[in-house]
Protein backbone atom coordinates (compact mmCIF):
# COMPACT_ATOMS: atom_id res chain seq x y z
CA UNK A 1 0.00 0.00 0.00
CA UNK A 2 0.74 3.80 -0.39
CA UNK A 3 -0.11 6.70 0.98
CA UNK A 4 -3.63 8.15 -0.86
CA UNK A 5 -3.51 10.94 -3.01
CA UNK A 6 -6.49 12.54 -1.44
CA UNK A 7 -7.92 14.23 -4.76
CA UNK A 8 -11.37 14.54 -5.11
CA UNK A 9 -13.37 13.71 -8.35
CA UNK A 10 -14.52 16.59 -10.00
CA UNK A 11 -18.72 16.68 -10.11
CA UNK A 12 -19.76 15.15 -13.28
CA UNK A 13 -21.44 17.31 -15.84
CA UNK A 14 -25.28 16.55 -17.03
CA UNK A 15 -27.41 18.20 -19.52
CA UNK A 16 -28.37 21.80 -19.35
CA UNK A 17 -31.58 20.68 -20.36
CA UNK A 18 -34.46 22.41 -22.54
CA UNK A 19 -35.24 24.85 -19.55
CA UNK A 20 -31.67 26.44 -18.87
CA UNK A 21 -33.02 29.83 -20.06
CA UNK A 22 -35.02 29.81 -16.66
CA UNK A 23 -31.67 29.86 -14.61
CA UNK A 24 -29.16 31.51 -16.55
CA UNK A 25 -31.29 34.11 -18.60
CA UNK A 26 -34.43 34.12 -17.35
CA UNK A 27 -35.65 37.61 -18.28
CA UNK A 28 -35.33 36.16 -22.00
CA UNK A 29 -37.91 33.63 -21.13
CA UNK A 30 -40.65 36.13 -19.47
CA UNK A 31 -39.72 35.61 -15.94
CA UNK A 32 -39.64 39.01 -15.06
CA UNK A 33 -38.80 40.62 -11.70
CA UNK A 34 -36.15 38.03 -10.26
CA UNK A 35 -33.13 39.63 -11.56
CA UNK A 36 -32.86 43.40 -12.72
CA UNK A 37 -31.36 41.97 -15.98
CA UNK A 38 -29.46 38.49 -16.94
CA UNK A 39 -26.17 38.43 -16.55
CA UNK A 40 -23.59 38.90 -19.12
CA UNK A 41 -25.80 40.67 -21.96
CA UNK A 42 -24.20 43.85 -21.67
CA UNK A 43 -20.56 43.53 -22.03
CA UNK A 44 -19.72 46.83 -23.40
CA UNK A 45 -19.82 50.39 -21.62
CA UNK A 46 -19.15 53.60 -23.31
CA UNK A 47 -16.03 53.86 -21.49
CA UNK A 48 -14.31 50.22 -22.97
CA UNK A 49 -11.15 51.02 -24.83
CA UNK A 50 -11.19 49.05 -28.18
CA UNK A 51 -12.56 48.33 -31.23
CA UNK A 52 -15.91 47.31 -31.03
CA UNK A 53 -17.27 44.25 -32.96
CA UNK A 54 -19.86 42.09 -33.54
CA UNK A 55 -19.50 38.20 -33.12
CA UNK A 56 -23.16 36.42 -34.36
CA UNK A 57 -23.77 32.97 -35.47
CA UNK A 58 -25.87 29.94 -35.32
CA UNK A 59 -25.15 26.20 -33.67
CA UNK A 60 -25.79 23.87 -36.09
CA UNK A 61 -26.54 20.30 -35.05
CA UNK A 62 -25.81 17.46 -37.82
CA UNK A 63 -28.67 18.35 -40.28
CA UNK A 64 -27.44 21.88 -40.07
CA UNK A 65 -30.42 22.97 -37.87
CA UNK A 66 -29.66 25.60 -35.93
CA UNK A 67 -30.39 24.77 -32.14
CA UNK A 68 -33.22 27.03 -30.76
CA UNK A 69 -32.51 26.10 -27.44
CA UNK A 70 -28.74 27.02 -26.54
CA UNK A 71 -27.05 28.89 -24.12
CA UNK A 72 -23.21 30.17 -25.45
CA UNK A 73 -20.73 31.69 -23.46
CA UNK A 74 -17.88 33.76 -24.09
CA UNK A 75 -14.40 34.74 -22.86
CA UNK A 76 -11.66 37.23 -24.02
CA UNK A 77 -9.18 39.23 -23.02
CA UNK A 78 -9.58 43.17 -23.32
CA UNK A 79 -8.07 45.21 -26.10
CA UNK A 80 -4.76 45.36 -24.34
CA UNK A 81 -4.69 41.65 -24.41
CA UNK A 82 -4.91 41.17 -20.40
CA UNK A 83 -7.86 39.26 -18.81
CA UNK A 84 -9.49 40.83 -16.22
CA UNK A 85 -9.21 37.55 -13.38
CA UNK A 86 -7.15 37.68 -10.24
CA UNK A 87 -5.05 34.83 -12.56
CA UNK A 88 -4.24 37.65 -14.77
CA UNK A 89 -0.37 38.65 -13.63
CA UNK A 90 0.58 40.65 -16.27
CA UNK A 91 -1.31 43.69 -15.26
CA UNK A 92 -4.71 45.26 -14.44
CA UNK A 93 -7.37 44.74 -17.61
CA UNK A 94 -9.21 47.88 -18.41
CA UNK A 95 -11.35 47.76 -15.50
CA UNK A 96 -15.23 48.73 -17.97
CA UNK A 97 -14.59 45.22 -19.45
CA UNK A 98 -15.49 42.06 -17.79
CA UNK A 99 -14.36 39.98 -20.67
CA UNK A 100 -17.30 37.41 -20.73
CA UNK A 101 -20.64 37.45 -22.31
CA UNK A 102 -23.79 34.91 -22.09
CA UNK A 103 -26.25 34.95 -25.10
CA UNK A 104 -29.02 32.23 -25.36
CA UNK A 105 -29.56 31.30 -29.17
CA UNK A 106 -32.99 32.66 -30.49
CA UNK A 107 -36.29 30.88 -29.89
CA UNK A 108 -37.21 31.54 -33.61
CA UNK A 109 -33.69 32.16 -35.92
CA UNK A 110 -31.44 30.42 -33.57
CA UNK A 111 -29.29 33.42 -33.21
CA UNK A 112 -26.59 34.45 -30.89
CA UNK A 113 -25.26 38.06 -30.95
CA UNK A 114 -22.52 39.85 -28.79
CA UNK A 115 -21.65 43.12 -28.62
CA UNK A 116 -17.70 42.98 -27.53
CA UNK A 117 -14.95 44.28 -28.80
CA UNK A 118 -11.73 42.54 -29.99
CA UNK A 119 -9.15 41.47 -28.08
CA UNK A 120 -5.52 42.03 -28.13
CA UNK A 121 -2.48 39.02 -28.10
CA UNK A 122 -1.69 36.99 -25.42
CA UNK A 123 1.13 34.57 -24.74
CA UNK A 124 0.78 30.75 -25.05
CA UNK A 125 2.37 28.98 -22.31
CA UNK A 126 6.16 29.57 -23.63
CA UNK A 127 6.07 32.83 -24.39
CA UNK A 128 4.61 32.86 -28.02
CA UNK A 129 2.20 35.49 -29.03
CA UNK A 130 -1.21 33.33 -29.49
CA UNK A 131 -3.91 35.52 -32.47
CA UNK A 132 -6.61 37.45 -30.86
CA UNK A 133 -9.74 34.84 -30.01
CA UNK A 134 -12.74 34.44 -28.23
CA UNK A 135 -13.30 31.18 -26.40
CA UNK A 136 -16.31 29.88 -26.36
CA UNK A 137 -18.43 27.51 -24.03
CA UNK A 138 -21.71 25.94 -25.67
CA UNK A 139 -24.26 24.15 -23.44
CA UNK A 140 -28.12 22.82 -24.70
CA UNK A 141 -30.27 19.75 -24.57
CA UNK A 142 -28.36 16.91 -25.76
CA UNK A 143 -24.97 18.05 -25.05
CA UNK A 144 -24.01 16.08 -21.88
CA UNK A 145 -21.00 18.15 -21.41
CA UNK A 146 -20.18 21.57 -22.33
CA UNK A 147 -18.38 22.37 -25.56
CA UNK A 148 -14.75 24.73 -25.54
CA UNK A 149 -14.09 26.13 -28.52
CA UNK A 150 -12.02 28.90 -30.13
CA UNK A 151 -12.81 32.00 -32.47
CA UNK A 152 -10.11 33.28 -34.40
CA UNK A 153 -10.45 36.29 -36.32
CA UNK A 154 -10.74 36.62 -40.43
CA UNK A 155 -8.37 39.57 -40.65
CA UNK A 156 -5.47 38.09 -38.65
CA UNK A 157 -4.30 35.16 -41.27
CA UNK A 158 -0.70 35.96 -40.20
CA UNK A 159 -1.23 35.98 -36.67
CA UNK A 160 -3.58 32.43 -37.08
CA UNK A 161 -0.86 31.28 -39.30
CA UNK A 162 1.89 31.15 -36.52
CA UNK A 163 -0.73 30.41 -33.44
CA UNK A 164 0.45 28.13 -31.31
CA UNK A 165 -3.42 26.19 -30.96
CA UNK A 166 -4.13 26.43 -34.55
CA UNK A 167 -0.61 24.98 -35.62
CA UNK A 168 -1.87 21.57 -33.31
CA UNK A 169 -4.64 20.74 -35.58
CA UNK A 170 -3.40 18.23 -37.38
CA UNK A 171 -5.97 18.24 -40.17
CA UNK A 172 -5.13 21.54 -42.02
CA UNK A 173 -8.82 21.90 -43.14
CA UNK A 174 -10.44 22.10 -39.91
CA UNK A 175 -8.55 24.86 -38.75
CA UNK A 176 -11.31 27.07 -40.86
CA UNK A 177 -13.81 25.75 -38.18
CA UNK A 178 -12.64 28.13 -35.55
CA UNK A 179 -12.16 31.08 -37.85
CA UNK A 180 -15.02 33.64 -38.35
CA UNK A 181 -16.64 34.43 -41.42
CA UNK A 182 -17.61 38.22 -42.16
CA UNK A 183 -15.30 41.33 -42.08
CA UNK A 184 -14.49 43.99 -39.08
CA UNK A 185 -16.76 45.13 -37.47
CA UNK A 186 -18.80 42.17 -38.07
CA UNK A 187 -17.81 38.88 -37.31
CA UNK A 188 -20.01 35.40 -38.04
CA UNK A 189 -18.92 32.29 -36.08
CA UNK A 190 -21.02 29.26 -36.96
CA UNK A 191 -20.57 26.40 -34.95
CA UNK A 192 -21.92 22.72 -35.98
CA UNK A 193 -21.71 20.14 -33.87
CA UNK A 194 -20.86 17.28 -36.12
CA UNK A 195 -20.89 16.49 -39.54
CA UNK A 196 -17.86 17.62 -42.41
CA UNK A 197 -18.19 20.81 -40.99
CA UNK A 198 -17.67 19.81 -37.16
CA UNK A 199 -15.68 22.08 -35.11
CA UNK A 200 -12.74 21.74 -33.32
CA UNK A 201 -13.77 21.15 -29.69
CA UNK A 202 -11.52 21.52 -27.03
CA UNK A 203 -10.23 19.29 -23.56
CA UNK A 204 -8.44 22.09 -22.58
CA UNK B 1 -13.41 37.26 -0.95
CA UNK B 2 -11.06 38.23 1.34
CA UNK B 3 -9.61 34.36 1.59
CA UNK B 4 -9.20 34.73 -2.28
CA UNK B 5 -7.40 38.26 -1.75
CA UNK B 6 -4.96 36.52 0.72
CA UNK B 7 -3.72 33.39 -1.03
CA UNK B 8 -1.26 33.47 -4.12
CA UNK B 9 -2.75 34.16 -6.83
CA UNK B 10 -3.51 30.88 -8.87
CA UNK B 11 -2.18 30.57 -12.27
CA UNK B 12 -1.50 27.29 -12.19
CA UNK B 13 -3.32 25.27 -15.16
CA UNK B 14 -6.01 22.95 -14.32
CA UNK B 15 -6.21 18.77 -14.31
CA UNK B 16 -7.11 17.30 -17.46
CA UNK B 17 -10.88 16.37 -17.25
CA UNK B 18 -11.22 12.68 -16.77
CA UNK B 19 -13.61 11.87 -19.58
CA UNK B 20 -14.37 8.24 -18.54
CA UNK B 21 -15.86 10.30 -15.32
CA UNK B 22 -18.27 12.59 -17.01
CA UNK B 23 -20.65 11.03 -19.96
CA UNK B 24 -19.82 10.80 -23.18
CA UNK B 25 -20.86 13.01 -25.78
CA UNK B 26 -22.87 10.46 -27.79
CA UNK B 27 -25.64 8.77 -25.49
CA UNK B 28 -28.29 7.04 -28.24
CA UNK B 29 -30.81 6.68 -24.65
CA UNK B 30 -30.21 10.04 -24.33
CA UNK B 31 -31.97 10.74 -28.14
CA UNK B 32 -31.49 14.45 -28.54
CA UNK B 33 -27.85 13.48 -28.06
CA UNK B 34 -27.60 11.51 -31.46
CA UNK B 35 -27.63 14.87 -33.39
CA UNK B 36 -25.84 17.25 -31.02
CA UNK B 37 -22.60 15.16 -30.38
CA UNK B 38 -19.41 16.20 -31.56
CA UNK B 39 -17.95 12.88 -33.09
CA UNK B 40 -15.01 14.00 -33.95
CA UNK B 41 -11.51 13.75 -31.36
CA UNK B 42 -10.64 16.75 -28.72
CA UNK B 43 -8.58 18.40 -29.63
CA UNK B 44 -6.27 18.23 -26.15
CA UNK B 45 -3.84 20.73 -24.78
CA UNK B 46 -2.93 22.05 -21.25
CA UNK B 47 -4.54 25.16 -20.74
CA UNK B 48 -3.38 28.62 -21.49
CA UNK B 49 -4.34 32.06 -19.97
CA UNK B 50 -7.48 31.67 -21.83
CA UNK B 51 -9.15 29.17 -19.75
CA UNK B 52 -6.90 29.42 -16.52
CA UNK B 53 -8.50 32.94 -16.10
CA UNK B 54 -12.61 33.62 -15.43
CA UNK B 55 -15.12 36.23 -14.96
CA UNK B 56 -15.56 37.44 -11.06
CA UNK B 57 -18.74 37.87 -9.49
CA UNK B 58 -19.13 40.18 -6.53
CA UNK B 59 -21.80 39.60 -3.96
CA UNK B 60 -22.55 42.71 -4.35
CA UNK B 61 -24.63 41.69 -7.26
CA UNK B 62 -26.90 39.35 -5.70
CA UNK B 63 -30.52 40.55 -4.14
CA UNK B 64 -31.96 39.69 -1.38
CA UNK B 65 -34.01 37.04 -1.99
CA UNK B 66 -31.92 35.57 -5.21
CA UNK B 67 -31.60 32.45 -2.56
CA UNK B 68 -34.78 32.01 -1.80
CA UNK B 69 -37.41 30.36 -4.23
CA UNK B 70 -40.01 30.26 -2.08
CA UNK B 71 -40.19 33.94 -2.04
CA UNK B 72 -38.49 35.96 -4.87
CA UNK B 73 -41.21 35.11 -7.20
CA UNK B 74 -44.47 35.36 -5.12
CA UNK B 75 -46.47 37.66 -4.60
CA UNK B 76 -45.94 39.91 -1.26
CA UNK B 77 -47.15 38.10 1.49
CA UNK B 78 -47.23 34.50 -0.43
CA UNK B 79 -44.96 31.68 -1.20
CA UNK B 80 -44.26 28.87 -3.08
CA UNK B 81 -46.26 25.75 -3.09
CA UNK B 82 -44.51 22.31 -2.08
CA UNK B 83 -41.89 20.52 0.57
CA UNK B 84 -39.95 23.27 1.88
CA UNK B 85 -35.98 22.41 2.11
CA UNK B 86 -32.62 23.99 2.58
CA UNK B 87 -30.37 23.02 -0.25
CA UNK B 88 -26.45 23.75 1.14
CA UNK B 89 -22.96 22.18 0.55
CA UNK B 90 -19.34 23.79 -0.34
CA UNK B 91 -17.58 24.29 -3.85
CA UNK B 92 -14.61 22.68 -3.70
CA UNK B 93 -11.64 22.00 -6.26
CA UNK B 94 -9.88 18.10 -6.83
CA UNK B 95 -7.40 18.73 -4.16
CA UNK B 96 -9.83 19.56 -1.66
CA UNK B 97 -9.39 23.40 -1.57
CA UNK B 98 -12.89 25.67 -0.95
CA UNK B 99 -13.73 27.57 -3.77
CA UNK B 100 -14.56 31.17 -2.35
CA UNK B 101 -16.60 33.32 -4.60
CA UNK B 102 -18.03 30.76 -7.09
CA UNK B 103 -21.54 31.95 -8.86
CA UNK B 104 -24.03 29.38 -8.25
CA UNK B 105 -27.05 29.62 -10.42
CA UNK B 106 -29.89 27.06 -9.89
CA UNK B 107 -33.15 26.44 -11.48
CA UNK B 108 -36.19 23.50 -11.76
CA UNK B 109 -39.79 22.30 -11.38
CA UNK B 110 -42.11 23.62 -9.45
CA UNK B 111 -43.61 20.96 -7.19
CA UNK B 112 -45.53 19.67 -9.51
CA UNK B 113 -43.27 18.50 -11.86
CA UNK B 114 -43.92 21.93 -14.20
CA UNK B 115 -40.95 24.28 -15.74
CA UNK B 116 -42.19 27.76 -16.46
CA UNK B 117 -41.13 27.76 -19.90
CA UNK B 118 -43.23 28.62 -22.93
CA UNK B 119 -41.91 25.54 -24.59
CA UNK B 120 -42.83 23.16 -21.83
CA UNK B 121 -46.06 21.51 -22.30
CA UNK B 122 -46.82 19.18 -19.01
CA UNK B 123 -50.36 19.41 -18.18
CA UNK B 124 -49.07 20.10 -14.16
CA UNK B 125 -50.28 23.03 -13.26
CA UNK B 126 -48.15 26.27 -12.68
CA UNK B 127 -47.94 27.59 -9.45
CA UNK B 128 -48.70 31.47 -9.41
CA UNK B 129 -46.14 31.72 -6.83
CA UNK B 130 -42.83 30.34 -8.03
CA UNK B 131 -40.15 31.31 -10.64
CA UNK B 132 -37.62 28.31 -10.16
CA UNK B 133 -34.33 30.73 -10.59
CA UNK B 134 -32.21 31.24 -7.22
CA UNK B 135 -28.19 31.95 -7.45
CA UNK B 136 -25.83 32.96 -4.42
CA UNK B 137 -22.11 33.17 -4.20
CA UNK B 138 -19.80 30.75 -1.76
CA UNK B 139 -18.29 32.54 1.06
CA UNK B 140 -15.03 32.82 2.32
CA UNK B 141 -14.62 28.74 2.92
CA UNK B 142 -16.78 27.70 -0.50
CA UNK B 143 -19.95 27.30 1.79
CA UNK B 144 -23.17 28.18 -0.36
CA UNK B 145 -27.08 27.97 1.18
CA UNK B 146 -30.67 28.38 -0.63
CA UNK B 147 -33.98 28.23 0.41
CA UNK B 148 -36.67 25.70 -2.08
CA UNK B 149 -39.76 23.88 -2.50
CA UNK B 150 -38.77 19.82 -3.50
CA UNK B 151 -39.42 19.82 -7.25
CA UNK B 152 -41.67 17.33 -8.79
CA UNK B 153 -40.50 14.42 -11.11
CA UNK B 154 -41.91 14.67 -14.65
CA UNK B 155 -42.87 13.23 -18.15
CA UNK B 156 -40.68 14.02 -21.03
CA UNK B 157 -40.87 13.12 -24.61
CA UNK B 158 -37.68 10.54 -25.20
CA UNK B 159 -38.84 6.89 -24.90
CA UNK B 160 -42.77 6.81 -24.67
CA UNK B 161 -42.57 6.50 -20.93
CA UNK B 162 -39.85 8.47 -19.70
CA UNK B 163 -40.00 10.06 -16.36
CA UNK B 164 -37.24 13.01 -14.91
CA UNK B 165 -36.43 11.74 -11.19
CA UNK B 166 -37.06 15.07 -8.77
CA UNK B 167 -33.80 17.34 -9.68
CA UNK B 168 -32.32 21.24 -9.64
CA UNK B 169 -30.07 22.06 -12.06
CA UNK B 170 -26.87 23.74 -10.51
CA UNK B 171 -24.38 26.18 -12.86
CA UNK B 172 -21.24 27.06 -11.44
CA UNK B 173 -18.37 28.92 -12.01
CA UNK B 174 -15.22 28.29 -10.44
CA UNK B 175 -12.08 30.83 -11.09
CA UNK B 176 -10.57 30.00 -14.27
CA UNK B 177 -13.12 29.44 -17.42
CA UNK B 178 -11.92 25.70 -17.80
CA UNK B 179 -13.82 24.80 -14.57
CA UNK B 180 -17.00 26.14 -16.23
CA UNK B 181 -19.86 23.42 -15.13
CA UNK B 182 -23.15 23.06 -15.73
CA UNK B 183 -24.53 19.59 -13.69
CA UNK B 184 -27.92 18.37 -11.75
CA UNK B 185 -28.67 17.49 -8.03
CA UNK B 186 -30.89 14.43 -7.36
CA UNK B 187 -32.58 13.97 -3.81
CA UNK B 188 -31.22 10.81 -1.55
CA UNK B 189 -33.76 7.93 -2.05
CA UNK B 190 -35.29 8.46 -5.26
CA UNK B 191 -35.68 5.20 -7.09
CA UNK B 192 -36.57 7.11 -10.03
CA UNK B 193 -32.77 8.02 -10.68
CA UNK B 194 -31.39 5.02 -11.47
CA UNK B 195 -34.80 4.36 -14.37
CA UNK B 196 -33.53 7.98 -16.04
CA UNK B 197 -31.72 8.26 -19.29
CA UNK B 198 -29.89 11.56 -18.54
CA UNK B 199 -28.42 10.24 -15.51
CA UNK B 200 -27.32 7.00 -17.07
CA UNK B 201 -25.58 8.84 -19.72
CA UNK B 202 -22.83 8.75 -17.33
CA UNK B 203 -21.16 5.34 -17.35
CA UNK B 204 -19.51 5.08 -13.59
CA UNK B 205 -22.15 4.39 -10.54
CA UNK B 206 -20.23 6.71 -8.14
CA UNK B 207 -20.04 9.64 -10.32
CA UNK B 208 -23.92 9.28 -10.47
CA UNK B 209 -23.62 9.23 -6.47
CA UNK B 210 -21.64 12.10 -5.93
CA UNK B 211 -24.71 13.51 -7.49
CA UNK B 212 -27.43 12.42 -5.18
CA UNK B 213 -28.17 14.89 -2.36
CA UNK B 214 -28.63 13.15 0.83
CA UNK B 215 -31.14 14.70 3.66
CA UNK B 216 -29.28 16.02 6.21
CA UNK B 217 -31.06 15.94 9.67
CA UNK B 218 -28.46 17.85 11.54
CA UNK B 219 -29.55 20.88 9.51
CA UNK B 220 -32.72 20.59 9.34
CA UNK B 221 -34.95 23.96 10.78
CA UNK B 222 -37.43 22.43 13.27
CA UNK B 223 -41.50 23.25 11.99
CA UNK B 224 -39.61 24.67 8.79
CA UNK B 225 -37.51 23.54 6.44
CA UNK B 226 -35.49 19.82 5.87
CA UNK B 227 -32.06 20.27 4.69
CA UNK B 228 -29.90 18.46 1.66
CA UNK B 229 -26.61 18.59 1.26
CA UNK B 230 -24.92 18.94 -2.46
CA UNK B 231 -21.23 19.60 -2.09
CA UNK B 232 -19.88 20.60 -5.98
CA UNK B 233 -16.20 19.64 -6.85
CA UNK B 234 -14.53 21.80 -9.12
CA UNK B 235 -11.18 20.73 -11.31
CA UNK B 236 -8.35 21.17 -9.50
CA UNK B 237 -5.15 23.24 -10.40
CA UNK B 238 -1.67 22.75 -9.85
CA UNK B 239 0.08 25.05 -8.16
CA UNK B 240 2.08 27.47 -10.01
CA UNK B 241 5.43 25.65 -8.86
CA UNK B 242 4.79 22.95 -11.26
CA UNK B 243 4.76 25.65 -14.03
CA UNK B 244 7.07 27.42 -16.27
CA UNK B 245 7.11 30.78 -15.80
CA UNK B 246 4.97 32.75 -18.10
CA UNK B 247 6.00 35.82 -19.65
CA UNK B 248 6.23 38.85 -17.34
CA UNK B 249 5.12 36.43 -14.72
Redesign the interface.
Known amino acids: MVQAL???????????????????T?NF???D????AD?GTKMVSERTLGERITVSGRVL???G?P?R?ALV?I???DAAGL?????????AADPTF???GRCATG?EDGLFRFDTIKPGH??????RP?AP?I?F?I??????????T?MYFPDEAEANAADP?LL??EHRH?VATLVAAGSAPNYIFDIH??GEK??????? | MSDRANRKPETGAFFPRDRNWHAPALTPGYKTSVLRSPQKALLSLDGTISEITGPVFGHSMLGELDNDLIHNFAKPGESAIGERIIVHGRVLDERGRAVPGALLEFWQANAGGRYRHKKESYLAALDPNFGGCGRTITDDDGFYSFRTIKPGPYPWPNGVNDWRPAHIHFSVFGHGFAQRLITQMYFEGDPMIWKCPIVNTIADRRAIEQLIAPLDWANTIPMDARAYKFDIVLRGRRSTMFENRMEGN
Not at chain 1, 122 to 127: A, E, I, L, S
Open positions: GTLKETASQTAGPYVHIGLPCGIGVYDLDGTTLDEWQAYNSPSEMRGSGWAVPFKDGMHTWVARGINIGLHRLRVRLQETVFLDI
